[in-house]
């Protein structure tokens, strides 16, 4: 079984970077993807980035070009790092974990962006 903590979120001003951090315990080895889903208040949930046991990477139309997931394989450890943030970035963000028979989630943290 897998347990996911996730940190890293906060206040931040339109044009800042946060990076976001996803710890898992228990074994991952049998990972699909891993990455963030955000919902904000009244909004879809909506896939943000995922990065994959080879290592692509698939992110929303909306935050390309502006954040980057990546591992670190020895820590069970992913990041996102969101640079050039926007107000519509704000919400909250759900670390996953997808394996061939689960998923698991994260605690969720909040990240909210001033304009």
């Known amino acids: 079984q897998v347990q996911l903590v996730e940190s890293g979120g906060g206040l931040v001003q339109a044009g800042g970077s946060l990076r976001l951090s996803c710890a898992a315990s228990?074994?991952?080895?049998?990972?699909?993807?891993m990455g963030w889903y955000r919902q904000a208040p009244g909004n879809q949930r909506e896939l943000v980035a995922r990065?994959?046991?080879?290592?692509?990477?698939n992110y929303a139309d909306s935050v390309k070009g502006r954040f980057t997931i990546s591992r670190d394989n020895a820590k069970n450890t992913v990041y996102l790092q969101m640079n050039s943030l926007k107000p519509e970035d704000t919400a909250v963000y759900y670390c996953?974990?997808?394996?061939?028979?689960?998923?698991?989630w994260g605690q969720g943290t909040q990240v909210t962006v001033s304009s």
């Open positions: 990065i994959f046991k080879i290592g692509t990477t």
């Open positions: 228990g074994s991952i080895f049998s990972m699909n993807s």
């Open positions: 996953y974990v997808n394996t061939y028979s689960n998923t698991y």
